[in-house]
């Protein structure tokens, strides 16, 4: 790895302690069935420290202080995300209970962004219905949110991502190029907010080859001076910068800059920490990138499922998401990264070694960092079944699990999943969308003892 160790930080001694040594990270606590109850992280998985109010997380708790579940945790809002799936399929939710039969009939939520304007809340939604969405979260009376969809856009396919960058919304799609109609390719448009008026700027390959991708676009990261990197399903990242004249008929737009190949799958996400790119893919593997060559510096690999227990240090399913985190009081920096082998891992970003990683029961599916009231920061896990579940951390031991919320057992929530994506936004609240078609809004209220 091409990049300089920094000195063991009092972080990464703690995480040494806890995972039996540097570079090594501990095996997960095992998967067995999928999902769990509010007593559980799911089978063969640890127990979360506190049990939420189910009348608190849903309204209001007339037990306050005396009550013995833990207020820390509210639903202020549920609505469909969505239009109706007319080819929905019966889903089987849950079969370690006994086939407890669900059917999605609406089409998947795949990503919500929050985007901060003029002192109000708006969030994006992306669903496979082909349309982005814009909605107001407005504080109520009564303190919870009334969400109003103020928008909607079709796009003319599938919506995989939506991203905000300042006053930019970037969304990436699968549509037909104009040259080739019977063909399906990777789009990405990016609308300016300050001029909605305005057609979307739009990330072309070349100006014979109107499109962002040949597969697919799964994941986008952007950055302060207006770069963006794509990652298709076609296993290619690509890197854009903004054209005056790059759109169609000399409007801006967006050149492609260089591609990245080594993937053997969607690239599903991204993460740049100083000048490396992260990625992760569908095959299991993380991959770090000299952003300034487009070099590959690093491969962590992946490998089989009989193996993950004593390869701790490497994911054995595919990799569903990257984010990265700097530790309070210059601790270190790190990236976690999420996958459908039911883990969430914890990576030292400047050496590429593998510090933490705990299981879930079943499989992760996005992840995102938000905060309690006090400014610690926390994790949150969008689980393969619906489930959420709420970690510490740089707590002590690392990773802890603090909550889960589960429909199941809180009465909240998702009642299918997978939890397509969360996204943090003031005031400690969240936001997550899923297969069920549905956007939550959620807010941290209590203290989880960190």
Sequence with gaps: LNIVA??????????????????????????????????????????????????????????????????????????????????????????????????????????VSVWETNGQIKLFT???????????????????????????????????????????????????PIECPDAKAGMVHSWNLNAAQDPPMELWMSPMAKYAGSGRIRSLWTTADGSVFSGGSDGIIRQWAFNPTGGPNGTPGFSLVKSMSGHLGAVTGLALVGTMLWSGGTDGTLRLWNVESGDQAHLIPAVKKDAANSSPGHHSGPVTGLLPFEAPNNQGSFVFSSSLDDTVKVWNATNGECVASESHGQGVTSIALTADPKGNPLLLCGLFYGDIMIRGTISNPPLVLLLKLSHQYVGVGHELGPVNDIQSGPGNTFYAVADDGKLTVWQITGDFGL
């Design 126 to 176: 992306g669903s496979h219905d082909g349309k982005w969405r814009l909605w107001n979260a407005a504080p109520a009376a009564n303190g919870s949110v009334t969400l109003t969809q103020e928008f909607e856009h079709f796009v003319g396919g599938p919506v995989d991502t939506v991203h905000i960058a300042a006053h930019y919304f970037f969304c990436g799609f699968e549509a037909s």
């Design 6 to 111: 920094e000195p063991f930080s009092a972080l990464q001694q703690i995480l040494t302690m806890a995972f039996g040594g540097r570079g090594g990270g501990r095996g997960g606590r095992g998967s067995g069935g999928r999902g769990g109850g509010n007593t559980g992280g799911g089978r063969g998985s640890a127990q979360p420290r506190l049990q939420l109010c189910r009348n608190f997380a849903s309204g209001n708790c007339t037990r306050g202080d005396k009550c013995s579940f833990a207020h820390v945790v509210k639903m202020h809002a549920v609505t469909e995300a969505s239009d109706k799936n007319q080819d929905a399929k019966q889903n089987f939710s849950r079969g370690y209970t006994g086939q407890n039969t669900k059917t999605k009939d609406k089409h998947k939520v795949t990503s």
